[in-house]
């Protein structure tokens, strides 16, 4: 039996200006009434069952809000197997080599860079909180943490775009040391900052279809192998999470006994072909400590 855990880390310094995911900004770190949070629900299913993940993921938000010793006790919690892949997304300007080196002491086994772009002023634009030096420098904190797994973020067609800039971009992440990178089209979200007020200067919907192409082609050239619409990586190093939903339709035909679980707002659990909400507010229900860090919706 497979399971791919999913534990949602909803905190940030700012939210992008693309972003209409569940977060809650302004914030330095994760409170730990959240994490005692998580830790109650993981607790359900230990001894009688536990979750023992081959997969464990930490998204966002921004999961490298968490100090290293918050997220040893999740992955303690979770029991992942051995060998697991153990995966936490990070911004640049939110890590340093000694926080890099507790996530690798804690588990973490693959970090996850939202480059997003090389250029400062596009950087600003989306409202991200990093300067392209920063990500050069949390690459190199990573390799120098450990970290031989490390994935690069690149957003696509964004506003006045251009191959120069993604060109840019994948050099910024392959000089990193980067054996994964994920490149995906921005898209406006009408719950977004952006979808309140579009910004200047955005491709056509063909001009971004060529960008995507492009893309493809300069990272296949760049040695990596697309294996997902959005996912390319040297080879033996694509994300093992990002494989789950495949594993499970390959795995239920035979023996539906594939699992993937997500804590987290607005995320799922599913067992064979059975889905379970779990929703923020009912933790916030059972543990009101946890009522003060939250921004209610």
């Keep these: 039996m497979s399971l791919g855990l999913y534990l949602h880390i909803p905190y940030c310094f700012s939210k992008c200006r693309y972003c209409d995911f569940y977060s809650h900004p302004g914030e330095r770190g994760v409170p730990d009434a959240y994490v005692e949070a998580l830790l109650r629900e993981l607790s359900r299913f230990a001894p009688e069952a536990p979750l023992q993940p081959d997969t464990l993921y930490f998204g966002g938000g921004t999961p490298s809000l968490l100090r290293p010793e918050q997220a040893k006790r999740l992955i303690d919690a979770a029991r992942p197997m051995p060998g697991a892949e153990i995966t936490l997304e990070a911004n640049p300007e939110t890590v340093t080599e000694e926080s890099l080196a507790g996530f690798r002491e804690a588990g973490v086994n693959r970090i996850s860079f939202g480059v997003q772009s090389a250029r400062d002023t596009q950087l600003r634009t989306l409202g991200r909180p990093h300067t392209a030096k920063q990500a050069r420098a949390a690459f190199a904190a990573a390799r120098r943490a450990g970290f031989a797994n490390i994935s690069g973020d690149i957003m696509l067609a964004l506003p006045h775009y251009t191959q120069a800039e993604f060109d840019e971009t994948l050099e910024l992440i392959e000089e990193g040391g980067a054996t994964h990178i994920s490149a995906y089209l921005l898209k406006i979200e009408p719950d977004s900052a952006f979808g ?60 539906r006994k594939e699992r993937v679980v997500e804590y987290g707002k607005d995320l799922f659990a599913c067992r064979g072909f059975d889905f379970v909400l779990f929703h923020v507010h009912n933790l916030l229900t059972k543990y009101p400590r946890c009522r003060s860090s939250w921004q209610q919706s």
């Design 196 to 255: 309140r007020t579009p910004p200047e200067g955005l491709p056509t919907s063909d001009e971004a279809a060529d960008f995507y192409l492009y893309a493809v082609e300069q990272l296949e050239h760049h040695g990596y192998r697309q294996y997902e619409i959005s996912n390319f990586a040297r080879p033996g190093y694509e994300g093992k999470h990002n494989l789950m939903p495949e594993r499970i339709q390959h795995d239920e035909a035979e023996q």
